[in-house]
């Protein structure tokens, strides 16, 4: 009885809440680079997002060719085509996502930001504070530096007020995202060394994109596993920038990524020493006063070993946190679907919290599970 | 600029509409056995339908286990516990959906409509008119055969006005559904030989359920490809029983499935001869014609190859036709979810027929891509 | 006792034919494009081919690379480098592989045989007689007509006696040997209408071969099935040759292939009708009896549903006869590993037979399961 | 040329050897338990074997059965049938391997070993020398302690020479196996902190076994990872063992093992912590020195990423070593096909040498690849 009052009544407030908006936050959307996996799942997203107009889809490549033809999952969802970047009308959008390759976001974002367009960033391009660092991990010239300081890192568990008032946002990486949620409360408490941090992660063969590569045919990754970049990996440096500026030191991790034969889902396994005098912490409660108040952030059940799977199509960070035998060793396992919570999901959650919606809207969708 | 007022004046209507209903047709509904996954799928589907009210959740085996502790991607969208069958009220359920195997249903629906609940059995009960025909297939004898006259079979493209008005509801198989939907238009035209169509369906491996067994584990399954059941498969006779009622005289139909290492989807390809005199139709035609009014089939363009993803977790079915050489054999090509538009979507589907709700209410998710 | 002595007997006549050739027979293999699917199968077999020294191994793109770098699991069993195809000694040979895309073979084989070298081509440039047929479906001018009439397709079921005298071979694609070892029983026995024959055929997704492309990325192809190339493929000119061949008339054949979420493995799901004076036939004992001195084909007991793993890896071709509800449509079943069968085995078993080796040499694989 | 007649040189004394074999030392095996994966692979494996004779091979289920009616892939290379254990003459067989569920060899081994049988144990039963730390982690009372202290523990890398000698044998576990080989060389030369070991391991989920169960469903483990065990798995003990003894002292090791989804493959995945004075040590060299003469540990270049499917099918374990960012910790790659070098093909090394064969004998499969 309850529940049906209660759903009932949560069905009416959101549909006034709903109506509220619409007669005054509808908000026109472009999308940059929309031909990818991060860019098909911003459809996917947005088309259902009640306060979001989709206005315009850019693709050099496929350019006057139907969204819903390239991906025919869409049709009756969106309408649009593929629109050349050059003649694309984005500074009428109020907002633009770039799902394009690192590079591109750098070069475009200071003309939208003046013409008081704002900017979520899916790509690298604004993720790393340090400049000199950043080329040096992305191989390239950094176009427009001067952003990267203003650029607010979307990690909304971190940086929600930040991103509230923010006009340009860097969405963290997949792995980053991950790692870093799982890390989160043991650095904040300083219960952890923080030099000798370990994270094994394992990533869906969708975090490599939907470029024509052998490496990721499925002759090559079905059936296998693999561990890929151990010398070195673009997302240590941002993992370690967030968490540093957490613990308020640098810190040091050792980032092995892997390879598995799944379409979606990050599982990081997370390797932290307990400093000699915190090894009475309550890990459990730890995580779950942690996270308590977010929406996204699932702490499970002490024991819980959580599957990708639970959060398959879903914004759900999902968390369990052991420590083996009582030792002094600290496993955090951490799970997110890397192209919702780790990319198009995350970016829909900040843009939320940019326009003052409610920090969920749109992103509600239950995991799909079997 | 149209698309922006368009989808904003949608959504204004989408929220007038709802409020209505919330004030007036907010239904309680009952699950019997939702640990399955056609349950679990009911369960992530009604979970966020607007207008139900999820009251009960049997299950025998896990009474007294929350639900999202046996389906972890259920946490905060459903709460309730699985209830032993004998406790549980369903008689104060508006509706009762069974997600049971063969042969519980057909001893639980009586009653159920004697205290005025509605049902929609997902098994096989009331699927075959024929009584003995029912029994040699399914093994057993029927507990309830005047009920199965009385059930209306479940396929809203068929029978959508009786559905309306129907008190129990036989949803149709997964096969069942994309077979019958590809052939529809080429039989109610009469222009193929209903003597020789053949029927080649594929299945994710989900459509054997989750009950443990060795032929459906990851190791059996992944990596193979098999057939099944050629000699004879339970939904033989119900396609039979659908497609003669269409044609107004018994079909003949070979019908061999397949199991696909895939979690979720069928694909049905389907052949049937073009009568001699029929072979100028024009088949794209037909087929769009046919599908024009219905919400849930997407009849693709000319040339197109329907893949399973592009309905995954969603109610669509997706149909191409071809001739291929411009020869006298038709080709229907036939992709659905298993889960969705084969199981639990339609029942939904049918939900909202029976109560006067809009057809697609609560259904109306994206496909999942990639 | 028995299966003792006889095994131990067997090995030692093993041993004793082996020495025998050891001293007269081993033969110097050169493999043209060694970096596809085909390639590295060829290699896996040759490397542990009792009569076989692989002498030169050519790749335009990878020259100067060790092919265990390219592919680790030759470690050990292959020393060799790629060589540039202009500066490999083909010529010394005795017998040249090509595992080449379409086109290559037709430009280099005729310098092969004018130096005494024997070839096998497993790409499509000498499978189909008719010269014009053959440049609509490839979409290429042919280069050398003259070979295609003196090259034996080989099929050793069909073709073996020319095979053994052959000093070209076009290997068949995988598609039609499994579709032809199919339908030869009821076609040589005159039992089925030629007019309407249906082959429903699955692939794993190594049979698109190792080429960088978007649509046979994991993301793409995993958990996902599809049809393609419905309108018109390749294979189908190949399959209506040989039928038609054993026919003694023009077959006519509907060819629908699709593309299964595994790696290996190919399916072909047959459909005939019976003429109607044969409806008595025993079919299980026909196919039986035709395959009888076969080796590499095993016709199942009847009643039996082959599945691909239980070749995978070997040379066998796996079939079951079905007649559904004793009507007038037969269903064949049959299976192969596309890149053995259908590919590099099936190249083996025809140089066995070229150089009257014993045709099961180096090609007794165990299927690997699971 | 060298090539060619060095390969020759090696066929013909192979021959000679073999024939030598062939007069002295076709022994008898028989197999307890053969309907399970490891039992499977052990059938593949010692049907091509060139000195076993398969005799006998029992199921208390399946007895009477036609094994290749079970295995299909079996099919022309073993002709028996399941036997009742009651009725098997075991005590014939010059060897038993017990492929069974933990806890029926501890019963059985006894009778064999005093008929003169030798014996090698591919469950746990003899695997832990500390009787009570087996009955706390297996939850069982040990039936036959006083063998466990004579099994040897056949990971022949470490105990060559025992194995030669034994009367029984306990085959490691398949996770023992690739983590004990990863972090072999690193204990021996004394360079890593023991105290702080990890080992994060991942494995196909045939490793799970073949019986029925909801968890390795194909809809449960597919497009899905997780970890499990993580407060405690019984090859932890195992590891803690073997490494202990390589130590001299005991070592500390948090292993978190994880379920991916695919077949066949583990990949271990290993941190240690170099002691402070080590870190000049040439991590490459020293692993290579340590396997130089093991034929199936190989160490892969400097820079190398192992990938499961490089050893898929074979007898091989492949192992790389990194150093990232030169840091004080190390990171050991190690891969193994968990039914070969992990169960069966193991035990067939490790008849090899308690007979005296050539080390390789039957297990020198190219891996396959796709």
């Given at each position: 009885m309850y529940l049906y009052f209660s759903k009932a009544a949560f069905q009416a407030a959101f549909c006034f809440v709903h109506l509220f908006y619409l007669l005054s936050d509808m908000i026109k959307v472009g999308i940059v680079g929309g031909t990818g996996y991060t860019g098909v799942e911003l459809l996917r997203i947005l088309a259902q997002h009640p306060n979001v107009s989709l206005k315009v889809i850019t693709s050099r490549q496929e350019a006057g060719l139907a969204v819903d033809e390239l991906f025919p999952s869409l049709r009756k969802y969106v309408s649009l085509k593929f629109v050349d970047p050059e003649k694309a009308k984005l500074d009428k959008c109020d907002i633009v996502f770039f799902a394009t390759?690192?590079?591109?976001?750098?070069?475009?974002?200071?003309?939208?930001?003046?013409?008081?367009?704002?900017?979520?960033?899916?790509?690298?391009?604004?993720?790393?504070?340090?400049?000199?660092?950043?080329?040096?991990?992305?191989?390239?010239?950094?176009?427009?530096?001067?952003?990267?300081?203003e650029a607010i890192y979307g990690l909304p568990e971190i940086n929600r007020k930040q991103i509230k008032k923010a006009r340009i946002i860097a969405n963290p990486g997949c792995y980053p995202t991950a790692v870093q949620l799982g890390f989160l409360p043991l650095i904040e408490a300083k219960v952890v060394d923080t030099n000798s941090l370990i994270a094994d992660t394992k990533s869906g063969v969708s975090g490599a994109g939907r470029k024509a590569e052998v490496h990721t045919l499925f002759s090559e990754a079905a059936d296998n596993f693999k561990s890929y970049g151990v010398p070195g990996h673009r997302h240590l440096p941002e993992i370690c920038q967030g968490l540093s500026n957490v613990a308020g030191?640098?810190?040091?991790?050792?980032?092995?990524?892997?390879?598995?034969?799944?379409?979606?889902?990050?599982?990081?396994?997370?390797y932290a020493r307990l400093t000699s005098n915190k090894t009475k912490i309550d890990l459990q409660m730890l995580f779950e006063e942690r996270y308590?108040?977010?929406?996204?952030?699932?702490?499970?059940?002490?024991?819980?070993?959580?599957?990708?799977?639970?959060?398959?199509?879903?914004?759900?960070?999902?968390?369990?946190?052991?420590?083996?035998?009582?030792?002094?060793?600290?496993?955090?396992?951490?799970?997110?679907?890397?192209?919702?919570?780790?990319?198009?999901?995350?970016?829909?959650?900040?843009?939320?919290?940019?326009?003052?919606?409610?920090?969920?809207?749109?992103?509600?969708?239950?995991?799909?599970?079997?």
């Open positions: 390759p690192n590079g591109i976001a750098m070069r475009q974002a200071r003309e939208l930001l003046d013409a008081g367009v704002r900017v979520i960033d899916l790509s690298a391009d604004f993720r790393i504070k340090d400049i000199s660092e950043w080329e040096r991990w992305y191989g390239m010239t950094h176009a427009c530096p001067e952003l990267v300081s030191k640098p810190i040091e991790l050792t980032f092995v990524p892997h390879l598995t034969p799944m379409i979606r889902g990050i599982h990081a396994t997370l308590k108040n977010e929406q996204f952030v699932d702490v499970l059940p002490a024991g819980s070993h959580p599957e990708t799977r639970s959060v398959r199509g879903s914004n759900y960070c999902r968390i369990a946190v052991h420590r083996p035998q009582g030792g002094q060793t600290v496993v955090v396992l951490s799970v997110t679907d890397n192209l919702v919570k780790g990319a198009a999901g995350q970016a829909v959650q900040n843009m939320n919290l940019m326009f003052g919606f409610p920090e969920t809207l749109g992103i509600e969708h239950v995991p799909i599970l079997p």
